[in-house]
């Protein structure tokens, strides 16, 4: 067999399993205030689904932040196949964060690899 054959084939089937895991999970809302002050605790609610044949286990939704310090975690929850489920991720805005524009990122973590990734505004007065 040729030896860049015996490659493709096994860089197709690694990246083909790569994206097939991560999309696995769908993350269908994400809500939240988007205008908000320092020292303001704020639930930021999102919708997880799992639209794979499979169930997830210990399922995390993690937000953070790194330029104004923000890092919350849900609690670990297992999804049967299709389910969905529903919640608030708290956040606290610190009370030192000047006024301006920010992001966060919102990932979906099932404690082996980031399923998904998002990235939000939010505008602090």
Known sequence: MNFKFLLFVMFCFIFSS??????????????YDECVKPNDNIPIYVRVKNTDYNDIDDLRVIIDSPEIEIYSISQRL???????????VPIIIPYYVNRGEYTFRVLVFDGNQIRRSYYRSIFIE
Request: no cysteine; charged share 25%.
């Open 78 to 88: 297992d999804l049967s196949r299709y389910d969905v489920a529903s919640f608030d």
């Open 18 to 31: 790569a994206v097939y895991a991560s999309e696995a999970v769908h993350l269908s809302a994400i809500r």
